[in-house]
């Protein structure tokens, strides 16, 4: 079964940076569009930030200027790059994608199931 698997998290100081990567778990022939959401206790998932098949990126209020979305198509990954981090960044990170397994096949969605992310001060 394919699926995302994220990782980079980890336990980090406020003002600190961490790069998560999102990748399938099985050889794949293309990336597309890549979202990365993150679920904090008590909240509901809300999506952070975008990158589309066409490379254009989009991204929540909170994280604006803070975190870069990207995705290299040879490595056929995404990654989420979070410079100054907050404690309010706490948050169990996920990535959803559109893949493509194969060349001719037809494009599905898959998800991850999360690296968490802990920010102290």
């Known amino acids: 079964q394919v699926q995302l698997v994220e990782s980079g998290g980890g336990l980090v100081q406020a003002g600190e940076s961490l790069r998560l990567s999102c990748a399938a778990t099985v050889s794949i022939f293309s990336i597309n569009a890549v979202n990365w959401y993150r679920q904090a206790p008590g909240k509901q998932r809300e999506l952070v930030a975008g990158?589309?098949?066409?490379?254009?990126?989009n991204y929540a209020d909170s994280v604006k200027g803070r975190f870069t979305v990207s995705r290299d198509n040879v490595k056929k990954m995404a990654f989420l790059q979070m410079s100054s981090l907050k404690p309010e960044d706490t948050a169990v990170y996920s990535c959803d994608a559109i893949l493509w397994l194969g060349p001719v096949d037809t494009p599905g969605q898959y998800w991850g199931q999360g690296t968490q992310v802990t920010v102290t001060t």
């Open positions: 990158i589309t098949g066409g490379g254009n990126t």
